[in-house]
Structure formats: structure tokens, C-alpha cells
């Protein structure tokens, strides 16, 4: 998830796994933990596109959910589906580079050199 980190306020008491989360305190919601969720995932530090079910929060949930969701779907299905298979040759051309944030974060700078059919 290109989203890392959000914080939110406590609006009322609560416990949480047995931690009491008082009214008020700060609450850190880490998404590349959520997506790696023992309780969720069968083997969740494995990199697996087909797993299933594959209830991950890459794109949020509720009200907060990302509006560039199907945008982005439809990104990865036209990479998949058109520029893979033609894909012959990849490699790095460079140092990457990331965005140093805590925010919304990734690659600033990924050099590559291929070749396609």
C-alpha cells in the first residue's frame, strides 16, 4: 500500500486485543501491518497476487475508501494484460529512489531498461 501511516483520536474508551485505548488518545493505524495480519492472511509476509481471500486495506476502507480504486484496477489489469506479456527484457538502469515520507510514500525514482515485442 502506498499508504503508510494515519493517526486518529480515540472518540470514546475502548479496549483493543486487551490494551485499554482511552477517550482522546492518539491511535497510530499502520497499513503495511494490516496487510501482513497473521489473523487474516494464512501466510501474510508472502508476496501472493492470487491469495485469497485477499481482504487487504491497499486502498482503504469505509469512508475513507480511495477514489482511484477501479482507476488504478483498471491500470494493473492493462500492465498485466498487454504490456507483460510483450515484456522480453527488464532490468535496473539506476540507483531507486524513495520519497522520504510517513504519509503516502514509494519509488520517486526507478530506472529501468527493457525490451518488448
Known amino acids: 500500500s502506498p499508504v ?3 493517526m486518529r483520536t480515540a472518540t470514546r474508551d ?3 486485543r486487551g490494551v485499554p485505548i482511552p ?3 492518539a491511535v497510530l493505524l499502520s497499513y503495511p501491518s494490516a496487510n501482513r495480519d497473521e489473523d487474516v492472511f494464512t ?3 508472502t508476496f501472493d497476487v492470487g491469495r485469497t481471500p ?3 486495506v491497499g486502498f482503504g476502507f469505509g469512508a475513507h475508501y480511495c477514489l482511484g480504486t477501479h482507476l488504478a ?3 494493473a489489469r492493462a500492465l498485466y494484460t498487454e504490456l507483460v506479456p510483450r ?3 527488464v532490468e535496473l538502469a539506476g540507483t531507486p529512489e524513495y520519497m522520504q515520507t510517513v504519509f503516502v510514500g514509494g519509488p520517486k525514482r ?3 531498461r527493457y525490451k518488448i515485442s
Do not use: S, V, Y
Open 110 to 112: 526507478l530506472p529501468i
Open 73 to 75: 484496477r483498471l491500470e
Open 23 to 25: 477517550a482522546g488518545d
Open 54 to 56: 485477499n481482504k487487504h
Open 14 to 16: 475502548t479496549t483493543i
Open 4 to 6: 503508510k501511516h494515519f
Open 87 to 89: 515484456l522480453r527484457e
Open 43 to 45: 501466510d501474510p509476509q
